[in-house]
Nanobody
Framework: QVQVLQSGGGLVQPGDSLKLPCVASERTFSSAVMGWFRQAPGKEREFVAA????????RYADSLKGRFTISRDNPKNTVYLQMNSLKAEDTGVYYC???????????????WGQGTQVTVSS
């Protein structure tokens, strides 16, 4: 099974930017797509963005489009989530996941990272 390793995160101030990396152990059919999800305290996990390793296919949560950008570095098996103009409501645990299809459904992703905390506070 594909392993997904996350790093980054931390405490930032409102208006700051932060870039989260995520490394997949390999790129296979079951990890053709990499996605980002987040979970705020007391809330359900929600979709943030997803991208395919090949081609330029991406999907974003409508509410985050324009502030968050997903990108990838194929030779490094790494995807990134660039987060700009961060707000307090962006606070939560951010998860990276790998799956076979480009979708916003968390249940379609088969391998998950350990999660990383992002706190936006002054």
């Amino acid at each position: 099974q594909v392993q997904v390793l996350q790093s980054g995160g931390g405490l930032v101030q409102p208006g700051d930017s932060l870039k989260l990396p995520c490394v997949a152990s390999e790129r296979t059919f079951s990890s053709a797509v990499m996605g980002w999800f987040r979970q705020a305290p007391g809330k359900e996990r929600e979709f943030v963005a997803a991208a395919t390793w090949t081609g330029d296919s991406t999907r974003y949560a409508d509410s985050l489009k324009g502030r968050f950008t997903i990108s990838r570095d194929n030779p490094k098996n790494t995807v990134y989530l660039q987060m700009n103009s961060l707000k307090a409501e962006d606070t939560g645990v951010y998860y990276c996941a790998a799956g076979p299809i480009l979708t916003m459904l968390a249940s379609s992703f088969v391998s998950w990272g350990q999660g990383t905390q992002v706190t936006v506070s002054s």
